[in-house]
Every structure is written in C-alpha cells, then in structure tokens.
T-cell receptor
Framework: DAKTTQPNSMESNEEEPVHLPCNHS???????IHWYRQLPSQGPEYVIHGLTSNVNNRMASLAIAEDRKSSTLILHRATLRDAAVYYC??????????FGSGTQLTVLP | EPEVTQTPSHQVTQMGQEVILRCVPISNHLYFYWYRQILGQKVEFLVSFYNNEISEKSEIFDDQFSVERPDGSNFTLKIRSTKLEDSAMYFC????????????FGPGTRLTVL
C-alpha cells in the first residue's frame, strides 16, 4: 500500500478552522484518500473520502491537490469534541484500512 | 443511526484460555473486519470477511485466530489459546458494499490477558 506522511501533532483554537495536511507522493491512480479519526477511548470514525475532486460533507472538507500527491482535511470550526487522532489512509474499494500514526489534534478553548 | 455493537466491552482472561469476541455489524452490510490496537500503538488490520469466507488476513492472524458468522447477524473473533501479547482493544467494522464506502467501527472490546 502507498504510504502517507502526516505531522505527529497539531493545535488549534476552538471555533477556528483547522487544516490537517497529508502527503502521499506514491499514490496510485486507483487509491482513494480516506480520513478517519479516533476520539479518546473510542473506535475509529469515518470523516470523509475522495478520489480526485474536492469533497464536502457535514463533518469536514477534503481538498485534494491536482497531482493527488497531497491532500488537506479541513475542519471549518474546530470544537473541543474534534480533539482526536486524525488518520489519512489510502486504499481501494473493499480492502482493509492501513492505519499509520496519524495527527493528534489538540483543540484549545 | 445504525451502529456496530460489540460485546463484551471488557474481557479478562488467563493466558492459554480461549476467548470469543462478539460483534453485531450493521444489518445490510456485507463486508466485515477485525482490527486490534495494542495500548499506545497503531490500529492494525487482522482479517476481512465477505460472502462467508475470509477475503484477506494479516500476518498477525495466525492459526490461533478464527472468525465466524454463525447466524447471519453475529460476527465473532475467536482466539484459541491467548497469550499476554494478545492484550489489546479489538475493533469490529462493517461496510455495506465494495465501493470505497465508510467502514463503520464498533466501540471495541478491551481484552486483558493475565
């Protein structure tokens, strides 16, 4: 599976936007970009996914670079409940998810 | 909203004992997964299951592990003879179809092997 690189940690102030970057320079044409998050003591939770175009849903937006070698998860207004580990994962169709270390997001009140 | 459930939430067992971890996936889902997360480490894939058979498994999923979907609703993970290093959170996940859709994760079972 192609590898992703994310910062170990990021901080944000509450009610401000957060941009979580992910580099995936070896992405293949059939790899989707998935974002999951894991709140403390919980199972992973789907956030968003995309292939080539930018995507929006009620939780977040996903901005994908034109060459697909990087992407950014955007939380438009961070809340304390958004404090979690965010994982950027490449994958295809029904295959399993390969989790890396992710980015620990701290939201400051 | 439908959710994946897992029981028990916490299982304590003695080394060498068999344990069965249970999951009830979302009812119309066809793909099922087990993952585990040792404390402080990454979430690791164990096995995927589709059409009543294993579709993929990792190196962790050795002969001590087995999965079953005994009755069309439950999805179980059995560890035949537990080792200390099997202590971890075990997460079940399910997915509706082959398309790159959401995997829905359960809350996990914490397994402690003494």
């Amino acid at each position: 599976d192609a590898k992703t690189t994310q910062p170990n940690s990021m901080e944000s102030n509450e009610e401000e936007p957060v941009h979580l970057p992910c580099n995936h320079s070896t992405i293949s044409g059939t790899d989707y970009i998935h974002w999951y998050r894991q709140l403390p003591s919980q199972g992973p939770e789907y956030v968003i996914h995309g292939l080539t175009s930018n995507v929006n849903n009620r939780m977040a937006s996903l901005a994908i670079a034109e060459d697909r070698k990087s992407s950014t998860l955007i939380l438009h207004r961070a809340t304390l409940r958004d404090a979690a580990v965010y994982y950027c994962i490449l994958g295809r169709a029904a295959r399993q998810l390969t989790f890396g270390s992710g980015t620990q997001l701290t939201v400051l009140p | 909203e439908p959710e994946v459930t897992q029981t028990p939430s916490h299982q304590v067992t003695q080394m060498g004992q068999e344990v069965i971890l249970r999951c009830v996936p979302i009812s119309n889902h066809l793909y099922f997964y087990w993952y585990r997360q040792i404390l402080g480490q990454k979430v690791e894939f164990l096995v995927s299951f589709y059409n009543n058979e294993i579709s993929e498994k990792s190196e962790i999923f050795d002969d001590q592990f087995s999965v079953e979907r005994p009755d069309g609703s439950n999805f179980t993970l059995k560890i035949r003879s537990t080792k200390l290093e099997d202590s971890a959170m075990y997460f079940c996940a399910s997915k509706e179809r082959e398309a790159p859709d959401t995997q829905y994760f359960g809350p996990g079972t914490r397994l402690t092997v003494l």
